[in-house]
């Protein structure tokens, strides 16, 4: 069974332009959570879907959003771009709202130059 | 506001050796705690989940406790290898809300 699916592995943007993440979950897991891993830094938490719906957001400017597709992949949207953005972006699925285990994909580094 | 810490910072040991990770977390109205594991640069691997109503969980040489009422989790690491050696993070799962992560534990197991 395939796991959580980021893409890309990494992506280079330039200061103020947009970038757009994508991440499949596993088969069956209605929930995605996106979080944001700066270099040398804790996991912080950006945004959870569940069943199509925005559940909770992380203390970010609106500058960052995304959706959650019918098929629950998910799309996480980063717009004009900073340099501080920088940073491991880490999506995980789960079901049932999140009671049960949760799986990460291997994320995607986001470099802003 | 959930708040969830993790003692020791970093850990080195020989080799063999068994040992113990802690999680603590302020907010006992939790539905579940996981702990991962995370390589340099990559993403997070599962290792064990603890449901709200259990007290231990097992995997290989994994085992890890939940004692809820004190705020409290500990990963116990058997005859540790060098193929262990990578940040140790525990989140807690609150209902209707998002994973909250400790800061982590790095683990060098030295040959």
């Known amino acids: 069974e395939a796991g959580v699916t980021q893409s890309p592995t990494h992506l280079i943007k330039t200061s103020g332009h947009q970038a757009t993440l994508r991440c499949s979950p596993i088969?069956?897991?209605?929930?995605v959570y996106w979080y944001q891993q700066a270099l040398g830094l804790g996991l912080q938490f950006l945004l959870w879907y569940d069943e199509g719906e925005e559940r909770n957001r992380g203390n970010f400017p609106p500058r960052f959003s995304g959706r959650q597709f019918p098929n629950y992949s998910s799309e996480l949207n980063v717009n004009a771009l900073e340099l501080e953005d920088s940073a491991l972006y880490l999506c995980a699925s789960s079901s049932y709202r999140g009671r049960t285990e949760a799986f990460f994909g291997q994320g995607t580094r986001l470099t802003v130059v | 506001k959930q708040e969830v810490t993790q003692i020791p910072a970093a850990l080195s040991v020989p080799e063999g050796e068994n040992l113990v990770l802690n999680c603590s977390f302020t907010?006992?109205?939790?539905?579940?705690l996981q702990w991962f594991r995370q390589d340099p640069g990559k993403g997070l691997t599962s290792l064990l989940l603890i449901q709200s109503s259990q007290r231990e969980q097992t995997s290989g040489r994994l085992n890890a406790s939940l004692d809820k009422s004190s705020g409290r989790s500990t990963l116990y690491i058997a005859a540790s290898q060098p193929g262990d050696s990578a940040t140790y993070l525990c989140?807690?799962?609150?209902?209707?809300?998002?994973?909250?992560f400790g800061p982590g534990t790095r683990l060098s197991v030295l040959p």
């Open positions: 088969s069956g897991h209605t929930s």
């Open positions: 907010d006992s109205a939790i539905y579940n």
């Open positions: 989140a807690v799962k609150e209902g209707g809300q998002n994973f909250v």
